[in-house]
């Protein structure tokens, strides 16, 4: 208390201390608490002089255990520290458990859905580790089975493959092969192996690649087959081929080039068009053709002679047409030429004798003409001159049978009439001779004839002449060709005609002008009737001239109207030709083809 007191008091004095206890620090003997002192004095505010500490109460397990506390709490910071570096390194542990096990599935879905075929061996036992499902669809076997095997069993060349596999173990980088290796079933299997080896967990091993090449080993057989297949064409082939590249630089030619021209391929291969010169084409033409290639346009039939070493001339015939790739890029040319060397000597003598010909032509054209005049001259004075003495018979029997029919008897005057007839067909018959002769030398016209028309003017004027008939006729409306119209009326007037004249005797005469298209898609006309026919024996007589089928007494006619229809017809490219049955019709059939039609001046 004493010791309080001075201290309260502001004593500046050492202190007695009294020894603590067992278990009791000093400052807890010396540490007074100074609030009830203060009560006393009136200075709670005061502070114990000297920066004394005071305080009344008893000491803590903390201030007891002080360092224990920290040395604990120092092991709990470490072992904390411990934990979460643990946690760390199992987290860490497990994401890349993860990645590996996602790196390995993704390798195993690579492994097993690549299109060839993969296996992993041991380097030293050759024993398979590991299989795609390629390798096992490409040997037939099953996994376990597999997996059992060598990888030396695959190969239909065991010591090969044991030497491959040297050789790889032996060289830093893989190796590329073509070998034969055996399925399952004992077939062969042309594969291309690709193989490295490597080192894993201590264990060498090799990786094999094997590509089924069975349909590239075919393409290429049938590459080089149909490649020696074209050089067989080309060596045999009368014409040559040839290629050029994009910078039309020459780059192929076959063996007939070298025949043909007598110049050696290397001498104008890499060269290009400009670089080879004129050959002796025209120089305009040679322009044209470089300018054709420049263009890149496909050109045909450019024909320009050369010169063979030994002198000859050869005339070749090029075509060429433009290459490009899939992109539209121009690749260069290829092409063919022809030796066309006899077909232009061939030409120049055609076309020499062409000349000849046309001048032969004119004047064998002349001396027709001469003839053709001459023939119409005599043909004028042949008619007059028989037509005199004709008329004169006709007329003096004529007059006989008027001033002395009376003294003459019964026979006499038939004689006279016969006489009569026999004059006037005789009339008749040079007149048709006549009219024949003018048709075969009259020029054609080419004129769009309807001959429907025509048919239906013929068959009105047969009606007029005989209105006692009754005919049912028949024309096919538009009925038209190109030809001459004033020769196909003679044709409608003798073939309608005739079927006019021989159904004179039935009962329900019937004539039809009509057309149909055979085969070919030609249009073939017919007049068909169902008069008296005739017998097909004698149809080959009916288009010839003075030729006829039935007497003079049954039926009228002189036997020149169907001739003068067949050279009509002929004259107009066309065919006539006729069916009948006695008593049952006849039908006469005709076409009309191309017109040479020599136009007539108006």
Same mark, same amino acid.
């Given at each position: ?57 008893? +000491? ?44 390995? /599935? ?34 037939? =076997? ?101 290629? @050029? ?18 110049? +050696? ?11 080879? !010169?004129? +050959? ?6 040679? &322009? ?19 010169? &063979? ?23 260069? =040319? ?21 000349? #000849?010909? /046309? ?65 006037? &067909? ?56 190109? !030809? ?20 004179? #005797? ?5 004539? /039809? ?11 073939? =006309?017919?007049?068909?009737?169902? !008069?008296?026919?005739?017998? @097909? ?13 039935? !007497? ?6 002189t036997g020149i109207g169907l001739a003068t229809v067949a050279r009509i017809v002929r004259r107009h490219g066309g065919e006539v030709w006729a069916e009948a049955v006695p008593d049952e019709g006849a039908t006469f059939h005709f076409t009309l083809g191309v017109v040479l039609v020599a136009q007539v001046p108006a």
């Amino acid at each position: 208390g004493e010791i309080a007191l001075r201290a309260l008091r502001g004593a500046d004095e050492a202190l007695a201390v009294a020894l603590a206890p067992p278990g009791v620090r000093s400052e807890q003997v010396v540490a007074v608490r100074f609030d009830a002192a203060s009560e006393h004095s009136g200075s709670a505010s005061a502070a114990p002089p000297g920066g004394n500490a005071a305080s009344d109460e008893p +000491p803590g397990v903390l201030d007891q255990n002080r360092l224990l506390v920290v040395a604990t709490l120092l092991v709990l910071g470490v072992l904390t520290a411990l934990v979460l570096a643990l946690s760390l390194a199992i987290l860490r542990r497990k994401r890349a458990e993860a990645q590996l096990r996602d790196s390995e /599935e993704k390798y195993r879905q690579i492994f097993n859905t690549e299109s060839d075929a993969i296996i992993v061996f041991d380097a030293e036992t050759q024993n398979i580790l590991d299989a795609n499902e390629a390798a096992l669809r490409l040997y037939g =076997y099953g996994r376990e089975e597999f997996l059992r095997l060598k990888s030396t069993d695959l190969s239909a060349e065991p010591e090969r493959s044991r030497a491959f596999i040297r050789q790889v173990r032996g060289a830093k980088f893989g190796r590329v092969s073509l070998r034969r290796h055996r399925a399952r079933d004992g077939r062969e299997i042309p594969v291309e192996l690709a193989m490295s080896a490597f080192t894993l967990k201590d264990r060498a091993v090799c990786v094999a690649v094997m590509r089924d090449i069975t349909d590239r080993l075919q393409i290429e057989d049938e590459l080089r087959l149909s490649e020696t297949r074209f050089r067989d064409f080309a060596a045999s082939a009368s014409d040559f081929y040839w290629e @050029m590249d994009a910078q039309l630089r020459f780059s192929f030619f076959s063996e007939r080039f070298t025949e043909i021209t007598g110049v +050696p391929q290397s001498a104008l291969l890499g060269r290009t068009r400009e670089e080879t !010169g004129n +050959p002796g084409a025209d120089d305009a033409a040679w &322009r044209g053709h470089l300018a054709t290639l420049a263009a890149h346009r496909p050109f045909r039939n450019f024909v320009h002679p050369r010169t &063979r070493p030994d002198g000859a001339v050869v005339y070749v015939a090029v075509n060429g047409q433009p290459v490009f790739d899939a992109d539209g890029n121009f690749t260069g =040319y290829r092409g063919t030429a022809a030796d066309i060397t006899e077909a232009k000597r061939a030409e120049d003598e055609l076309n020499t004798y062409r000349y #000849h010909l /046309e001048e032969l032509v004119a004047a064998r054209t002349a001396a027709l003409e001469a003839a053709n005049r001459e023939l119409e001259s005599f043909s004028y004075s042949v008619s007059h001159d028989l037509r005199s003495p004709l008329r004169a018979i006709d007329g003096f029997s004529h007059a006989v049978l008027d001033d002395y029919g009376e003294a003459l008897d019964e026979r006499a005057r038939s004689y006279l009439g016969r006489v009569r007839a026999a004059s006037q &067909r005789m009339g008749q018959l040079i007149d048709g001779l006549l009219e024949l002769s003018r048709l075969t030398r009259r020029t054609l016209r080419a004129d769009e004839v309807d001959l429907s028309a025509l048919a239906r003017e013929v068959t009105a004027a047969l009606a007029e002449g005989e209105p006692a008939r009754s005919v049912e006729v028949s024309v096919a409306p538009g009925l038209s060709c190109q !030809g001459d119209r004033r020769l196909l009326r003679v044709v409608l007037e003798n073939l309608l005609g005739n079927a006019w004249k021989y159904t004179a #005797h039935c009962e329900k005469a019937r004539v /039809e002008f009509d057309r149909r298209f055979d085969e070919h898609g030609n249009a073939v =006309y017919f007049v068909r009737d169902n !008069g008296v026919g005739f017998d @097909m024996r004698y149809v080959h007589k009916l288009f010839g001239e003075f030729q006829r089928l039935h !007497g003079h007494g049954e039926y009228s006619g002189t036997g020149i109207g169907l001739a003068t229809v067949a050279r009509i017809v002929r004259r107009h490219g066309g065919e006539v030709w006729a069916e009948a049955v006695p008593d049952e019709g006849a039908t006469f059939h005709f076409t009309l083809g191309v017109v040479l039609v020599a136009q007539v001046p108006a």
